[in-house]
């Protein structure tokens, strides 16, 4: 069979249905020859993870259907697509250009620089020859499939899902098949030969900036392993190589964490007026914080699986992960947490802090997603005291951010106070105090290494201690800098600041129990007269009385608990109404008021946004039809759209004319509204409403109601029943004319 003739077939398949598609390109890949499917191989990947591709991302993992099912067994680690990857791999020079534009923009900006990230791109990198600037990446057959599905998460046009999709489902069995999480793991299946790089590639056509020599030893190239020279390309075939059996897992790890955990530096180094205002926005969608939160889960669960005895390769690699890592992990975390918009979504980011910072929740992969919640309560073990003073910063420094934006939201919201028990129970946990300040206070030993030398005084009287501080202070070093003074989580300046947060949490308490007792003494109504006789209260079911009482539970616990770890002990007899009295700001502006605590480092105060979208698409409310809402919405905005001019003519006009229009129409409106950037995150802009008609009125119950009781009041009249609603109308013209006039 040709190429033309095979390159036709696999059109006319990616044409048909998932399902249909699924088994065709499955009988194709048997039938021909996968020298005869290479040059299809990248429009395949592109049909599947392009945009929309296969719609991976909305299609909700727990609905059973043919198609799903047919996708999900196609596109397994052991299924048809990975079957043709790994035959396509044999040919050690079948390599596939991947765009540095479709990449991360900080990874696309270093590797267009010449910033070397490590030498894994400095044999991948391609260089064009007559502009002699980095345009792509050179790529086997599994690396592009890796990036290609990695790249789905965050694609331009795709919008942001909550769902549990096909998507998460594909990413835990990638994880849970190439990254196995059992002691004495089995080489990863099918057993595929790794074949290194030879000395014709690509790397010897670069410029030197790309292949430079003072990078970091890179975890996919062992020490020794990957010198670019003829004698140890001969010997890498006869000696053993580290990366026979793991080479997969090693591109998995370094795959994903480029591109779901790129965070752009310069970008967060923005002012929060100027992130703000600009278009340009390092914020990922909160689909994306659950794909890296799923991701830090497994590889806990990795890492915590490594073998002591008999260690293998694979062994080796679990427990070299996480610290090689950490700084990627941390400065995506760190620069999340501070630029998140603030809504409901900072739930999820902060949610990945705290499973990272966790790790003694996953040790058994048994109990993935099952008993992870128990796990939570228990006892921190001081075995996990080297892990603490490895990633100090992320305790002390991620501690104080969630601090300051936990200071300037309403507590009194259920969503936001459940955030806030969140941390509490973490910060409670049994012993994990007395652990992190063990770690600090090591930081105050007297320093035994000097600057010049790499060698610790062993003669010291507390050689545990001295372990504990050379950690810790590498970790401050590394992920915050040299020049970083580290404040540590529980001094007096924190518990400073954590004094004026308790005032805010006794505020929103006292709030949340105004609130509870307002809506307790006015329950709502269900029934059909209420909703005829009621009042239009858009928010009234927003929350019931339960949720009330639940936010009340929940701030008194936090408080107690707040107050329990950071010894504050006279917080308690301070009255509300002091609190009230002392402070400089009222309870509805306190979340504000606390902000002034919390400067930015640029000194301007950022300013708490308000969203507040469309009026046209708010939620239906109990009181609406909802077939109604959704007819009259599509009408008006068919009108809206053809007679968009004709309308903002007439509004704008001076006469009779234009002052009844202005009474009818929707005057223009400025709301705030997330969308996406070029680069497919989420940033806050202001958006105007042009003037428009609106006839979600119409579908009022209570309207609807009061027409057709003056529908029947004008047949007992012997009246047609039309006029009972020509008489409502020609008094709402009356009144429209009236107002007009005194417009």
Same mark, same amino acid.
């Given at each position: 069979?040709?190429?033309?003739?095979?390159?036709?077939?696999?059109?006319?398949?990616?044409?048909?249905?998932?399902?249909?598609?699924?088994?065709?390109?499955?009988?194709?890949?048997?039938?021909?020859?996968? =020298?005869?499917?290479?040059?299809?191989?990248?429009?395949?990947?592109?049909?599947?993870?392009?945009? #929309?591709?296969?719609?991976?991302?909305?299609?909700?993992?727990?609905?059973?259907?043919?198609?799903?099912?047919?996708?999900? =067994?196609?596109?397994?680690?052991?299924?048809?697509?990975?079957?043709?990857?790994?035959?396509?791999?044999?040919?050690?020079?079948? =390599?596939?250009?991947?765009?540095?534009?479709?990449?991360?923009?900080?990874?696309?900006?270093?590797?267009?620089?010449?910033?070397?990230?490590?030498?894994?791109?400095?044999?991948?990198?391609?260089?064009?020859?007559?502009?002699?600037?980095?345009?792509?990446?050179?790529?086997?057959?599994?690396?592009?499939?890796?990036?290609?599905?990695?790249?789905?998460?965050?694609? $331009?046009?795709?919008?942001?899902?909550?769902?549990?999709?096909?998507?998460?489902?594909?990413?835990?069995?990638?994880?849970?098949?190439?990254?196995?999480?059992?002691?004495?793991?089995?080489?990863?299946?099918?057993?595929?030969?790794?074949?290194?790089?030879?000395?014709?590639?690509?790397?010897?056509?670069?410029?030197?900036?790309?292949?430079?020599?003072?990078?970091?030893?890179?975890?996919?190239?062992?020490?020794?392993?990957?010198?670019?020279?003829?004698?140890?390309?001969?010997?890498?075939?006869?000696?053993?190589?580290?990366?026979?059996?793991?080479?997969?897992?090693?591109? %998995? %790890?370094?795959?994903?964490?480029?591109?779901?955990?790129?965070?752009?530096?310069?970008?967060?180094?923005?002012? #929060?007026?100027? *992130?703000?205002?600009?278009?340009?926005?390092?914020?990922?969608?909160?689909?994306?914080?659950?794909?890296?939160?799923?991701?830090?889960?497994?590889?806990?669960?990795?890492?915590?699986?490594?073998?002591?005895?008999?260690?293998?390769?694979?062994?080796?690699?679990?427990?070299?992960?996480? #610290?090689?890592?950490?700084?990627?992990?941390?400065?995506?975390?760190?620069?999340?947490?501070?630029?998140?918009?603030?809504?409901?979504?900072?739930?999820?980011?902060? !949610?990945?802090?705290?499973?990272?910072?966790?790790?003694?929740?996953?040790?058994?992969?048994?109990?993935?997603?099952?008993?992870?919640?128990?796990?939570?309560?228990?006892?921190?073990?001081?075995?996990?005291?080297?892990?603490?003073?490895?990633?100090?910063?992320?305790?002390?420094?991620?501690?104080?951010?969630?601090?300051?934006?936990?200071?300037?939201?309403?507590?009194?919201?259920?969503?936001?106070? %459940?955030?806030?028990?969140?941390?509490?129970?973490?910060?409670?946990?049994?012993?994990?105090?007395?652990?992190?300040?063990?770690? !600090?206070?090591?930081?105050?030993?007297?320093?035994?290494?000097?600057?010049?030398?790499?060698?610790?005084?062993?003669?010291?009287?507390?050689?545990?201690?001295?372990?504990?501080?050379?950690?810790?202070?590498?970790?401050?070093?590394?992920?915050?800098?040299?020049?970083?003074?580290?404040?540590?989580?529980?001094?007096? &300046? %924190?518990?400073?600041?954590?004094? $004026?947060?308790?005032?805010?949490?006794?505020?929103?308490?006292?709030?949340?129990?105004?609130?509870? &007792?307002?809506?307790?003494?006015?329950?709502?109504?269900?029934?059909?007269?209420?909703?005829?006789?009621?009042?239009?209260? &858009? $928010?009234? &079911?927003?929350?019931?009385?339960?949720?009330?009482?639940?936010?009340?539970?929940?701030?008194?616990?936090?408080?107690?608990?707040?107050?329990?770890?950071?010894?504050?002990?006279?917080?308690?007899?301070?009255?509300?109404?002091?609190?009230?009295?002392?402070?400089?700001?009222?309870?509805?502006?306190?979340?504000?008021?606390?902000?002034?605590?919390?400067?930015?480092?640029?000194?301007?105060?950022?300013?708490?946004?308000?969203?507040?979208?469309?009026?046209? =698409?708010?939620?239906?409310?109990?009181?609406?039809?909802?077939?109604?809402?959704?007819?009259?919405?599509?009408?008006?905005?068919?009108?809206?759209?053809?007679?968009?001019?004709?309308?903002?003519?007439?509004?704008?006009?001076?006469?009779?004319?234009?002052?009844?229009?202005?009474?009818?129409?929707?005057?223009? *409106?400025?709301?705030?509204?997330?969308?996406?950037?070029?680069?497919?995150?989420?940033?806050?802009? !202001?958006?105007?409403?042009?003037?428009?008609?609106?006839?979600?009125?119409?579908?009022?119950?209570?309207?609807?109601?009061?027409?057709?009781?003056?529908?029947?009041?004008?047949?007992?009249?012997?009246?047609?029943?039309?006029?009972?609603?020509?008489?409502?109308?020609?008094?709402?013209?009356?009144?429209?004319?009236?107002?007009?006039?005194?417009?």
């Amino acid at each position: 069979m040709r190429n033309d003739v095979v390159s036709f077939r696999v059109q006319q398949i990616l044409n048909q249905p998932v399902l249909l598609r699924c088994q065709e390109l499955t009988n194709l890949f048997n039938e021909v020859d996968s =020298k005869l499917l290479k040059e299809c191989y990248p429009v395949i990947l592109e049909n599947i993870f392009g945009s #929309p591709g296969w719609g991976l991302r909305i299609t909700d993992r727990n609905v059973m259907s043919m198609e799903k099912e047919a996708a999900f =067994k196609f596109l397994d680690p052991m299924g048809p697509l990975f079957g043709l990857t790994y035959k396509l791999c044999s040919d050690f020079y079948l =390599k596939y250009e991947l765009p540095l534009s479709l990449l991360p923009a900080k990874l696309t900006r270093d590797l267009e620089k010449g910033v070397l990230i490590n030498s894994w791109y400095c044999e991948r990198i391609f260089v064009d020859p007559q502009t002699r600037r980095a345009t792509a990446l050179k790529l086997n057959p599994f690396e592009l499939l890796i990036f290609r599905f990695a790249l789905h998460l965050i694609p $331009h046009t795709q919008r942001d899902v909550w769902l549990e999709s096909m998507y998460l489902q594909l990413v835990e069995r990638y994880l849970c098949h190439f990254l196995p999480c059992q002691l004495q793991s089995a080489p990863v299946e099918p057993h595929v030969p790794y074949t290194p790089l030879s000395i014709q590639g690509a790397c010897l056509s670069q410029p030197s900036v790309y292949c430079s020599p003072v990078s970091k030893a890179s975890l996919l190239k062992p020490a020794g392993t990957f010198n670019q020279s003829s004698g140890t390309t001969a010997s890498l075939h006869s000696q053993h190589n580290p990366l026979a059996e793991i080479w997969r897992t090693v591109h %998995i %790890i370094h795959i994903l964490m480029d591109v779901w955990l790129s965070y752009d530096d310069e970008k967060s180094s923005l002012s #929060p007026c100027l *992130t703000k205002s600009s278009s340009v926005s390092s914020i990922p969608s909160a689909e994306h914080a659950r794909m890296v939160r799923a991701f830090l889960k497994h590889l806990h669960y990795f890492s915590n699986s490594a073998c002591s005895t008999n260690p293998s390769d694979m062994d080796e690699m679990k427990r070299m992960v996480i #610290p090689m890592y950490k700084s990627k992990i941390y400065h995506f975390l760190s620069g999340c947490i501070k630029s998140w918009p603030y809504d409901h979504s900072f739930r999820i980011i902060m !949610e990945a802090w705290l499973s990272y910072i966790q790790p003694w929740r996953y040790t058994n992969y048994a109990n993935y997603g099952i008993r992870e919640n128990h796990e939570s309560g228990k006892p921190v073990d001081r075995r996990w005291l080297t892990f603490i003073a490895e990633h100090l910063p992320f305790y002390g420094c991620i501690f104080e951010q969630i601090l300051r934006r936990l200071s300037r939201i309403d507590l009194s919201i259920l969503k936001n106070a %459940i955030m806030l028990h969140r941390v509490c129970r973490l910060i409670s946990l049994e012993q994990l105090k007395s652990i992190i300040s063990e770690a !600090e206070e090591s930081l105050k030993l007297k320093s035994v290494v000097s600057p010049n030398s790499r060698y610790i005084d062993t003669t010291a009287d507390n050689p545990a201690g001295l372990k504990i501080q050379v950690a810790a202070q590498s970790a401050i070093s590394e992920l915050e800098g040299q020049m970083f003074v580290y404040k540590p989580m529980f001094s007096h &300046e %924190i518990t400073y600041q954590v004094r $004026h947060f308790l005032r805010e949490v006794a505020v929103s308490r006292t709030k949340a129990e105004s609130l509870f &007792e307002e809506q307790k003494k006015k329950p709502r109504s269900v029934g059909f007269w209420a909703v005829i006789f009621g009042f239009d209260d &858009e $928010h009234a &079911e927003e929350y019931t009385v339960d949720d009330r009482r639940r936010v009340v539970d929940i701030l008194k616990n936090c408080y107690v608990l707040i107050c329990s770890v950071f010894e504050i002990r006279d917080m308690e007899a301070e009255s509300v109404s002091d609190i009230l009295n002392r402070s400089t700001f009222s309870p509805d502006e306190s979340s504000l008021g606390a902000s002034r605590l919390f400067d930015s480092p640029s000194g301007v105060s950022p300013v708490v946004p308000k969203p507040s979208g469309d009026p046209e =698409k708010r939620p239906i409310c109990s009181y609406e039809i909802a077939w109604l809402v959704r007819m009259f919405h599509d009408i008006s905005s068919h009108f809206n759209r053809e007679y968009h001019f004709e309308i903002q003519s007439v509004h704008t006009r001076e006469d009779l004319v234009g002052r009844v229009a202005r009474q009818v129409l929707q005057p223009p *409106t400025t709301i705030s509204v997330y969308e996406r950037n070029r680069e497919g995150y989420k940033v806050r802009t !202001e958006k105007v409403l042009p003037a428009r008609l609106s006839l979600r009125g119409l579908a009022n119950a209570k309207l609807l109601f009061w027409l057709v009781v003056s529908c029947i009041l004008a047949a007992l009249f012997g009246f047609h029943y039309i006029t009972g609603l020509c008489v409502p109308f020609l008094a709402f013209c009356a009144y429209i004319f009236v107002a007009a006039l005194r417009d």
